[in-house]
């Protein structure tokens, strides 16, 4: 288990940024790949495994693995936007709609009162002339690894990401006590579970 921190690339090498596996060099364990990904400025669970087969079925679309983050966003997350993207919209550049989520607000601010808050990176990119511009924090899960889905369907719905941290993977849940950075062996996997209909789909896909 694995607190990624703001700043790294979900990768075995990238000649630009640091990547999490450089966190796990001292293990001497050229087989550990992460399971799934988080973008560079996505921060929290991440798990790091040698176990192929495990790894697939966690990260395979047939599972439907729920995954959940907590976000803070520039923009008025209503009702109607939170419905609309509950119920599962049409990205730009995608064929077919994400599946429905769930979304939970809870807090608001504003831009000047966030602003100390977000990663020193995000500070600087931001316009910040406009200090009353709302912000809002929420709870979002999803059962999808679209390329930067998340931010994706906040700017979906005139919303912009400015923090993002993964807090659970199924039964998974983050160790509070793990600082960015930081990683713990864990005690046990989750049993993995499949409806019959998706492990048809499932072993179809496997031949």
Request: charged fraction near 25%.
């Amino acid at each position: 288990m694995f607190n990624k921190p703001f700043g790294c690339v979900t990768a075995r090498r990238d000649q630009r940024f640091p990547t999490v596996m450089e966190y796990f060099k001292e293990l001497n364990n050229d087989r550990l790949s992460p399971v799934g990904r988080l973008d560079r400025e996505t921060e929290g669970l991440l798990i790091i495994t040698d176990d192929g087969k495990w790894n697939q079925q966690m990260t395979h679309p047939a599972y439907q693995k729920k995954k959940t983050y907590e976000f803070t966003v520039l923009g008025d997350l209503d009702q109607k936007k939170r419905k609309t993207l509950q119920n599962g919209i049409l990205l730009n550049g995608s064929d077919t709609p994400t599946l429905p989520c769930q979304i939970t607000v809870t807090g608001a601010s504003v831009l000047s009162e966030t602003l100390p808050t977000l990663h020193p990176e995000v500070q600087k990119a931001i316009f910040r002339n406009r200090p009353c511009h709302p912000v809002t924090m929420g709870r979002i899960t999803i059962t999808e690894g679209r390329k930067r889905q998340i931010r994706r369907m906040m700017k979906a719905v005139h919303c912009c990401v400015v923090a993002l941290k993964r807090i659970s993977i199924d039964g998974i849940i983050l160790d509070e006590h793990l600082k960015p950075g930081e990683w713990r062996e864990m005690s046990a996997f989750p049993t993995l579970f499949l409806s019959k209909n998706h492990a048809a789909e499932y072993n179809q896909s496997c031949h």
